[in-house]
């Protein structure tokens, strides 16, 4: 009877795809898409949306990240009412609009505002990859230029996180235009003695890349964020060579000089409160 126990053979419980997908609730699980490792979606927003594994920084909207970077209660949001319209009449281009709108919780791809850090004061805009791919049109640049001159008003810095595709096809020359009013404002905002904190985060590309992301007075990245304005292959095929492998990364972009420093999410707060102290901007607490 004894041996019968250990000869027993073990019966192991399986479920049926369908029963998978009944009993596990959609976005309960997250896998890192650079060690392929599954955890609970909970313990990575513990972790700052970051692998607890090989430190890989999944896409953070811009709700969440500002709710971990400004102080409790102090956000101000600006232009919140602001939405597109479809002045060249793209098929479909509203339609799509509203379903970014109810898939998000916000009305375009950058919300705007202002808060504090530690108990100094800065103006913030945050751009958002799940609206349009944080694509840039005409609301995203003049939200982003309001925010620039409403800093300028209140002599407070402006902290900008870009995450874009670069310009909204959508809206043709009207959102390549974007590009000269926001590097126009900040060349203003410039002149008056305002601080500028460009913080890119993966990806920041196109027409985002080459006007005011690259503008800072400190011009910061995410780890292996991408950056750049055209895509890898156009550029290999223009100039018949093959492209390093870590080429539009951050640390790349670090090495030869265009950035200032790459700042893990988890040193971010710490960074912009002490660039904030050192600027004697505000007066914290």
Not at 40 to 60: A, G, S, W
Not at 134 to 162: D, H, Q, W
Not at 220 to 247: S, Y
Request: charged share 25%; with cysteine; aromatic share 8%.
């Amino acid at each position: 009877m004894i041996k019968d126990m250990f000869n027993k053979k073990r019966k192991y419980a399986t479920i049926t795809k369908q029963e998978e997908h009944e009993d596990v609730p959609e976005g309960l699980m997250i896998k890192c898409p650079s060690c392929r490792k599954i955890y609970y979606r909970k313990e990575i927003e513990k972790n700052l949306l970051t692998c607890p594994n090989c430190d890989h920084h999944h896409q953070m909207s811009a709700p969440e990240r500002i709710n971990y970077l400004l102080d409790d209660g102090s956000f101000q949001e600006w232009d919140a009412d602001m939405v597109s319209e479809n002045p060249l009449e793209f098929p479909d281009y509203l339609k799509k609009i509203e379903k970014d709108q109810k898939k998000t919780g916000i009305n375009e791809g950058v919300v705007t505002g202002q808060g504090t850090i530690n108990g100094y004061p800065t103006a913030i805009a945050v751009m958002d990859a799940r609206f349009r791919m944080g694509s840039m049109g005409s609301v995203v640049g003049e939200k982003i230029a309001r925010a620039i001159e409403k800093a300028n008003e209140l002599n407070i810095p402006l902290i900008l996180f870009t995450a874009s595709g670069g310009a909204r096809m959508q809206e043709g020359v009207l959102s390549l235009m974007q590009m000269t009013k926001t590097s126009v404002a900040l060349e203003r905002f410039d002149r008056a003695g305002g601080l500028f904190i460009s913080y890119m985060t993966n990806p920041t590309t196109g027409g985002v890349s080459a006007s005011f992301a690259s503008l800072g007075d400190y011009n910061f990245a995410e780890p292996q964020a991408l950056i750049g304005f055209a895509g890898r292959r156009i550029i290999e095929q223009t100039i018949r060579e093959k492209l390093p492998d870590d080429f539009q990364t951050a640390e790349f972009l670090f090495k030869h000089g265009q950035l200032d420093r790459v700042v893990p999410r988890h040193e971010m707060k710490d960074t912009l409160s002490t660039i904030l102290e050192i600027h004697h901007i505000g007066g914290g607490q």
